[in-house]
């Protein structure tokens, strides 16, 4: 009997370790859900920006070719 008390406590154990696994696990997918829609907005700008920036050149080169 003792020996199934110490297998259960064990198995009681592992629960509890794996619980609290799961729960960090979830706080660590959240911060990288934050971190990527971040990530994203940034990626974002940095397209628009060289967008811009290049049809500035494109400009540039179209009016001094054509003279």
Known sequence: VSSQ???????DVHIEMA???????????????????NVSKKMCWLLVILLII????GIIIYLTTKK
């Open 54 to 57: 290049g049809a500035i050149v």
């Open 5 to 11: 008390g110490e297998v259960f406590d064990r198995i």
């Open 19 to 37: 619980s609290n696994s799961v729960v960090e696990g979830t706080k660590e997918l959240v911060h990288a859900h934050g971190y990527q829609k």
